[in-house]
């Protein structure tokens, strides 16, 4: 009797060892339910639970650090209409295109726009964070996910965006490994000249290597899968790329990298009948270590 419960015991224990540990990432915060990389969609997502909390970043004209996923401002909020001639016009395709980009904007102008009116009018009057008011509110609550979003285009204009970001993080006391435990920070970003810059600046922070299905025939070997050691701890593919070849996990954890898929969202589960099935796959069939959703409380925490 003693034996089978002593059993029993080691079993719940090797079944605990293997579940815990996946890791969910608010993608632009709870954004399914909240404007993206807005302190409402930073907030919901730790009261859903987020292990770490998303923000995408960009760039005043006046060199502030704020979260936003694209490098302009029009599809998420009303700069068209506060600021209606402050636009370039690029070709695209033989076509002309207006964009505001925030890199044209002072911190003070980028107050003025709404960034929650676009998703709902119950946000209206929603305001863009800076990267300093996003930290203040989550930090000793969840990790920080920051991604640095076209550093050579901000290169190109005079900025520095690593440079930034690392400054930042050492104004506030994170800039190494446990030096807030409740807040953890992994920095993340789609160009591995950016990631290296940031190691030979001395950052010790773990930092992750996304790519997605543009650029992902360069790393789909696990000779290239096993090069990315040598400027970040884990590979952030687009979701598609692991489940079309799965053995990127294998080869990835062989080489002491983890992995984190990107993005799981309510809005297109994949196929499946609904998100929390879709993680599920990931986590527990495929065996990645996290995931970036736009649903943290459809995270499964256990397989399904
Ligand atoms: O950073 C992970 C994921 O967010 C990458 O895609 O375009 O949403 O930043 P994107
Ligand atoms: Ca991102």
Sequence with gaps: ????????????????????????????????????????????????????????????????????????????????????????????????????????????EIKRLDAGSWMDAKFAGTRIPTWQEAIDEIRGKAGLYPETKAPEVYGSRGFDMEKLVLDQLRKNGLDKPGAEPKTPVIIQSFSEASLRKMGEMGCRLPRLFLFGERDKQKWLSRQAIERVKEFAVGIGPEKTIVRANPEIVQWAHDAGLSVTVYTLNSADPGGFPDVAQEAAFYLYKLGVDALFTNNPDRFPRRPM
């Design 1 to 108: 009797m003693r034996g089978s419960l002593f059993c029993l015991f080691v079993l719940a224990l090797a079944g605990f060892a293997q579940y815990h540990g996946k890791t969910l990432i608010a993608h632009r915060g709870a954004s399914a339910y909240a404007p993206e990389n807005t302190l409402p969609a930073y907030r919901l997502a730790m009261e859903q639970g987020a292990d770490y909390v998303e923000q995408d970043l960009q760039i005043t004209k006046d060199g502030i650090l704020v979260c936003l996923h694209d490098l302009t401002l029009e599809r998420t909020t009303d700069v068209q209409r506060v600021f209606p001639d402050r636009y370039r016009t690029e070709e695209r395709g033989g076509k002309a295109a207006r964009h505001w980009y925030v890199s044209d904007f002072t911190l003070a």
